[in-house]
């Protein structure tokens, strides 16, 4: 093309239009329609890939639509509930048995820190909700989540969850009492005594809303498949053997206190237990929902 030759390109986003000016010379032809086609082509691209990218776009918009309407939303209200006794007593066997009903607690070692386990197990409420994002309608699942506190049986580790119990919401705070038996039935052993001790009276009573700030307070008689007596009798005894430590928690939690005697290793009441100490975030009529479905649970978990 000759160098007089004079080229306006006008570029709209979608098309392009092509304006020659000549003077004097005659175009050459061939670059001409070389160049014509070579600016159709990009702009033809430009427009395939913009259009390309848009319905790309579209798809994944749909696509994330068709998951909120196929997934529910997951909410929870959380129980804490705290086990709390001497070495021994059964209450990582308690923990792993609620939250992972296959472990075998003959082999558990004592624990050397605390931990917290979960797990769900009741839904409250499911319902519809307009999700103004997607605009679209989802189901919301309200489950009821248990937050299990264990912490190893030495003193250390008791006053350390009685600094953190005041910051927990309504909890449920479970006291394992040692068990032992012979033949002649239970008998008594110190460390009852010595964990719930004057100490820990003072060290409850000196932490501000700790006792006012909890839900339900229980008394864990664990290894009851260890006691050949009927149910009424062994309770008593197990009573009156550890008169002084009942006493100091009774000083302390007068009106929240139950009791509860179970076998972690035979599964006697556990759910029961389980059962109550969720119940303290309920009404009656969930309760009773709960203890029958949470009986179906684990029912099938232990399988
Ligand atoms: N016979 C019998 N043994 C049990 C029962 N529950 C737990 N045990 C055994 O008691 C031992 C101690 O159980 P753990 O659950 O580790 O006790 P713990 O209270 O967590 O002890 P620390 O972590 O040391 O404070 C384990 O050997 C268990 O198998 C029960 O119901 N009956
Ligand atoms: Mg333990």
Not at 74 to 90: E, H, K, N, S, T
Not at 247 to 267: D, Q, Y
Request: glycine letters at 4%.
């Amino acid at each position: 093309m000759s160098s007089s030759a004079l080229l306006i390109f006008t570029h709209h986003e979608l098309g392009a239009s092509v304006h020659i000016s000549l003077f004097g010379y005659s175009p050459d032809y061939e670059l001409l329609t070389a160049v014509l086609g070579f600016v159709t082509a990009v702009l033809g691209f430009v427009s395939f890939s913009k259009s390309n990218r848009l319905s790309l776009l579209e798809t994944r918009i749909e696509k994330l639509k068709e998951y909120a309407i196929n997934h529910q939303v997951l909410d929870y209200q959380y129980i804490d509930i705290v086990l709390l006794g001497p070495r021994r007593c059964g209450k990582t066997s308690a923990a792993k048995l609620w939250t992972e009903a296959w472990s075998d607690i003959s082999i558990l070692k004592p624990s050397e820190n605390w931990e917290v386990s979960e797990i769900s197990v009741f839904e409250l409420e499911r319902c519809e909700f307009l999700d103004t994002l997607f605009e679209v309608n989802r189901t919301m699942r309200k489950e009821l989540r248990l937050r299990i506190h264990d912490y190893p049986g030495e003193d250390r580790f008791r006053l350390e969850a009685i600094k953190k119990i005041p910051n927990l919401n309504k909890p449920v705070l479970l006291l394992f009492f040692e068990v032992d038996a012979n033949n002649a039935g239970p008998i008594s052993t110190n460390a009852n005594n010595s964990y719930y001790s004057r100490a820990f009276m003072e060290s409850v009573e000196k932490s501000p809303g700790l006792a006012s700030g909890l839900a339900k307070v229980i008394i864990v008689f664990n290894k009851c498949d260890l006691i050949t007596w009927p149910e009424k009798e062994a309770r008593d005894e197990l009573a009156r053997i550890n008169q002084d430590a009942i006493n100091r928690i009774e000083s302390l939690f007068s009106g929240k206190l139950e009791t509860f005697l179970i076998s972690a290793a035979n599964n006697t009441h556990m759910i029961s237990l389980l059962g109550s100490a969720s119940s303290a975030a309920l009404g009656k009529e969930d309760q009773k929902r709960l203890d029958r479905e949470m009986r179906t649970v684990f029912e099938k978990r232990q399988q």
